[in-house]
């Protein structure tokens, strides 16, 4: 279903880290943006979809009035709304905001770190757009921070801090789907595994929160008002957005599932794990019963890797792309 495509050579390997790849796909000018996470360096290509361009920019990780940066970088996500694209990358010290394309930092927030050295690590991690003017980004407390964007300038602001997870945020994520029925449209999941389901809007608005077993929620997608979590236990589970009924439970991988993601006009779904598969699925729901049928329909092996960023690089699940830790290279996959 799927064959390899020539890989993408980057600067540095990628760190361990959950949903370490982003993908950003610029159709007017046929290229797509990628940026994977090497400790304190976000590394972005460009790539033009001929295969003949690629070029290269690496990010620091930064803080006011310090040269240079050791605070490792949690994540890095692109965040598309509809006025403006930004590129979000969070660290043990703060929130960075740049234009798409990595030219100019238009925002920063620092993070409350204590005086003193704490049991507790500070960090941001989870980063989603949501809605029309809406960045929301989670943080070590178990807070999410919600952003007000506006459509050009740097006039960023906090609006509102959601406090709901006693746990570090692990993921967010938006309704993908495009719908605009769906009342619930963001889904936010802690290290415990807890799933909390909110309603975007001048107020943020709680619609269910979903226990957690003890075991870490990696990755978190939400499409067509179904939540796809992935777990630490290899599992995925899916459940109904506003009720929280638990619709399916697959036993996915043998180990630590990294990364999810869907393509949102085919209902593909795409599973990385430490256990070196990539899987692709596809998710089907019949909307008189609001079920949600799941179908398996393809492997990919990285031979000794820990795979640990999966994206589909468009809409349609046509391609994707794979990070594993210590790999200096994207992998590509196309539909045959």
């Not at 406090?163 to 945020?169: M, N, R, Y």
Request: charged share 15%.
């Amino acid at each position: 279903m799927f064959h390899k495509e020539k890989n993408i050579q980057i600067k540095n390997s990628a760190s361990a880290l959950y949903n370490n790849l982003s993908v950003l796909r610029i159709a007017p000018r046929r290229l797509t943006y990628f940026t994977v996470v090497h400790a304190n360096v976000v590394n972005m290509v460009s790539a033009s979809w001929d295969g003949l361009n690629y070029s290269h920019r690496q990010l620091q990780s930064k803080e006011p009035n310090v040269a240079t940066s050791t605070s490792l970088i949690m994540q890095a996500a692109f965040c598309v709304l509809p006025s403006r694209e930004l590129l979000v990358v969070t660290s043990q010290k703060g929130i960075q905001m740049y234009e798409s394309d990595g030219s100019i930092m238009v925002y920063w927030h620092a993070l409350d770190t204590p005086e003193t050295p704490t049991a507790q690590a500070v960090f941001a991690r989870g980063i989603a757009a949501v809605s029309e003017n809406y960045v929301c980004v989670g943080v070590s407390s178990g807070a999410i921070l919600v952003f007000d964007v506006p459509s050009k300038g740097s006039n960023i602001t906090l609006s509102e801090v959601l406090e709901e997870h006693k746990e570090s945020i692990t993921d967010i994520a938006s309704e993908c789907s495009g719908s605009q029925e769906c009342v619930a449209n963001l889904v936010t999941v802690d290290d415990g595994g807890s799933l909390c389901v909110w309603k975007s809007g001048e107020e943020f608005q709680l619609l269910n929160k979903i226990g957690g077993f003890d075991i870490s929620c990696s990755s978190v997608k939400l499409w067509k008002g179904t939540v796809v979590a992935g777990y630490g236990s290899g599992q995925i589970r899916i459940y109904e957005a506003v009720t929280g009924i638990l619709q399916s439970e697959i036993n996915a991988h043998a180990r630590w599932i990294y990364s999810l993601d869907i393509a949102p006009f085919s209902g593909l779904l795409l599973s990385a794990a430490e256990d070196s598969y990539v899987r692709v699925w596809h998710l089907s729901v019949t909307p008189e019963t609001n079920s949600v049928e799941v179908a398996h329909l393809h492997n990919e092996c990285v031979t000794d890797t820990q795979i640990c960023g999966a994206k589909f690089c468009d809409g349609d699940g046509y391609a994707f792309a794979v990070t594993g830790y210590d790999l200096s290279e994207i992998i590509r996959y196309t539909q045959t």
